[in-house]
């Protein structure tokens, strides 16, 4: 069965970074364009980036575009997300998601940026 994994959520001072990372299993990774996405208290779930099966396109959200990196390595069935220049309004529950006529959800992982 599919399986998506996130992991790397914390508690980071403004300014800080972090790297999530996704370990996906049960499905042929390199076949899908994947994302992340978050969900901040109150708010609805929005799409952070999103790249495509092989990694050669990548696509941002216009609030975290240049301080935000997506990748992946489809040998190691990894999808990550480097997060420099934190802010205080990237506080949210972070989710990996394989795109694909039915798409499927990881169980997310805390971010918290406040000093």
Request: aromatic share 12%; charged share 15%; net charge positive.
């Amino acid at each position: 069965q599919v399986q998506l994994v996130e992991s790397g959520g914390d508690l980071v001072q403004p300014g800080g970074s972090l790297r999530l990372s996704c370990a996906a299993s049960g499905f042929t990774f390199s076949s899908y364009f994947m994302s992340w996405h978050r969900q901040a208290p109150g708010k609805e779930r929005e799409l952070v980036a999103s790249i495509s099966s092989a990694g050669g396109s990548t696509t941002y959200a216009d609030s975290v575009r240049g301080r935000f990196t997506i990748s992946r390595d489809n040998a190691k069935n990894m999808l990550y997300l480097q997060m420099n220049s934190l802010k205080p309004e990237d506080t949210a529950v972070y989710y990996c998601y394989r795109n694909g006529n039915r798409g499927y959800w990881g169980q997310g992982t805390q971010v918290t940026v406040s000093s």
